[in-house]
C-alpha cells in the first residue's frame, strides 16, 4: 500500500499508507484556503419544509443531496470544494448505511465524500421519519 495524495487548488487529501485503506474517502484533508462555509445539516425536506420518502433511504438520499448542491451553489461551491463530512443514518444495519454511502458516492454530490468523512448509524434525527442527514465544510474558492 502507498500513501495516496489528491490536491485540488488549496485543499490537499492524504491517505498515509501506514493507515487502512478507504472506500473512497480520505484519511486527512488540508485546507489552505482563507474562507470556509459550514453547511447546516442537510434533511430530506422538501422546499415547503415536507419531509420527502418516509421510508425511503433512496428517496431521502437524493433530496439531501439536491438540498446539499443548493446550498454550495448558494456559496458559489462545488462538490469537489467540501473538506469534511458527516453522514448520519437512522440504521444500525451496516448494509442499509453501505447502501446510503453507496447512493451518496454515486450522485452529483459523489466528489465530496472523497474528503475526510465521517458515516454513522445513530439512533434518532430531528424530524420524524426522517432516515438521513449530511452535514458539510466547505473551504470556498478564492
Given at each position: 500500500?502507498?500513501?495516496?495524495?489528491?490536491?485540488?487548488?488549496?485543499?490537499?487529501?492524504?491517505?498515509?499508507?501506514?493507515?487502512?485503506?478507504?472506500?473512497?474517502?480520505?484519511?486527512?484533508?488540508?485546507v489552505e484556503a482563507g474562507r470556509t462555509a459550514h453547511l447546516a445539516g442537510q434533511c430530506?425536506?422538501?422546499?415547503?419544509?415536507?419531509?420527502?420518502?418516509?421510508?425511503?433511504?433512496?428517496?431521502?438520499?437524493?433530496?439531501?443531496?439536491?438540498?446539499?448542491?443548493?446550498?454550495?451553489?448558494?456559496?458559489?461551491?462545488?462538490?469537489?470544494?467540501?473538506?469534511?463530512?458527516?453522514?448520519?443514518?437512522?440504521?444500525?444495519?451496516?448494509?442499509?448505511?453501505?447502501?446510503?454511502?453507496?447512493?451518496?458516492?454515486?450522485?452529483?454530490?459523489?466528489?465530496?465524500?472523497?474528503?475526510?468523512?465521517?458515516?454513522?448509524?445513530?439512533?434518532?434525527?430531528?424530524?420524524?421519519?426522517?432516515?438521513?442527514?449530511?452535514?458539510?465544510?466547505?473551504?470556498?474558492?478564492?
Amino acid at each position: 500500500m502507498t500513501e495516496t495524495t489528491e490536491t485540488t487548488e488549496k485543499i490537499t487529501r492524504i491517505n498515509p499508507e501506514q493507515l487502512h485503506a478507504t472506500p473512497g474517502y480520505h484519511h486527512i484533508t488540508v485546507v489552505e484556503a482563507g474562507r470556509t462555509a459550514h453547511l447546516a445539516g442537510q434533511c430530506p425536506l422538501d422546499r415547503n419544509g415536507e419531509l420527502v420518502g418516509p421510508r425511503s433511504f433512496e428517496a431521502q438520499v437524493d433530496q439531501v443531496v439536491a438540498n446539499a448542491l443548493t446550498a454550495l451553489a448558494a456559496v458559489g461551491a462545488q462538490p469537489h470544494h467540501v473538506v469534511r463530512s458527516v453522514i448520519y443514518v437512522r440504521s444500525d444495519d451496516r448494509d442499509a448505511l453501505g447502501a446510503v454511502w453507496s447512493r451518496l458516492t454515486d450522485s452529483a454530490l459523489g466528489p465530496a465524500f472523497t474528503t475526510a468523512s465521517t458515516l454513522l448509524g445513530v439512533a434518532q434525527l430531528g424530524f420524524t421519519g426522517q432516515l438521513v442527514e449530511v452535514d458539510l465544510t466547505v473551504a470556498l474558492p478564492d
